[in-house]
């Protein structure tokens, strides 16, 4: 806002520094205060902080400087950021009331697995009876977690941290990277998530006066997916070559082709900045959309599973005691 009003940014952040109250803030307001005061650029200066700004904002702002344009880039970064936000407050305000009727519902199964069933399996000892066969595959089954549990805690637990380490070289960063987008409901948010970023990004800077090669090369940064990273590397060397941007893309199958379509008319009618804008809220309507299905079908299955593991504890006990119940009247 300081910015956008005419301030310098320099002065600007000179300025929040002197008005921010939050410790936090106006500590990282003055170490970039300090370093501006000494000739680096807002990008450079970011880089040192790599706590608080991420390396794709630093690249954004990057290409918003080399063209004298900051202000917009600020805003986009500022609008992805809210939106990022919004989006996990769904996703977490969607999760939370079946994550606790799932909790609550495993804490009445223990209750019932190492408190009341073995009183109950005493009282049918007493009077002759016994544990009907779901009673028995239960007491087994919790048997066999609390033995194995912890290998398998820990087996998964080496297992996460080998795929860690695997992913920090290229090949293992491409594999996990690929693997990631073949994950049910969650691959096709991740790949959804990231057309959506990269096409507000590149239409930001077309609107900014980048050049198309310039852009592309700053965008290609900002990729976390490497696998998507890669095949766009591709795709932008031909475009270096002197191919289209939609064909470059499109021989790449980088992204649906109802967009492809949408991208080659922008570009061949000189308005490629709107059509950029277009296809970013086509993929955000869809992020949107694809999150919520997957937060519906996530909550329905946590929520069945946790009230058919309760039934199926009810029911084994219940069942235990009425063949007790009808040997004894007899």
Known sequence: ELHGSGMPVADSVKLL????????????????????????????????????????TSYVIEAGEATGNVVPILRRIITHIEEKREIRAKVLGSMAYPAFIAFV????????????????????????GELNFMAKVLIYGS????????????????????????????????????????????????????????????GTLVSSGIGLTENLRLTERTINNLSFRYKFR??????????????????????????????????????????????????????????????????????GFAFALVALVAVSIVTSIFQVSNSISF
């Open 143 to 202: 048997d066999l977690t609390m033995t194995l549990g912890p290998f398998v805690l820990l087996g998964l637990l080496v297992g996460a941290l080998s795929i860690k380490q695997w992913s920090k070289t290229e090949s293992g960063g491409i594999a996990v990277s690929k693997a990631l987008l073949r994950i049910p409901l969650i691959g096709r948010i991740l790949y959804y998530s990231e057309l959506f970023q990269l096409n507000s990004l590149i």
């Open 105 to 128: 519902a495993f804490a009445v199964v223990l209750f019932f697995l190492f408190y009341l069933l073995p009183q109950i399996q005493d009282m049918l000892d007493s009077l002759g």
């Open 234 to 303: 591709s795709a932008r060397a031909l475009v270096n070559e002197g191919k289209s941007l939609p064909e470059a893309l499109r021989k790449f199958d980088f992204m649906p082709a109802m967009q492809l379509d949408v991208l080659d008319v922008g570009e061949r009618t000189g308005n490629l900045a709107h059509s950029l804008e277009e296809i970013a809220n086509s993929f955000r309507n869809e992020l949107s959309r694809r999150i919520k299905r997957m937060t519906t079908l996530v909550s329905g299955g946590a929520l």
């Open 17 to 56: 520094n002197q008005r921010l109250s939050d410790p936090q803030q106006k500590e990282v307001a003055g170490v970039l205060w300090k370093e501006l005061a000494e000739g680096r650029s807002l990008a450079r200066t970011m880089r040192l902080m790599p706590d608080y700004f991420g390396e794709s």
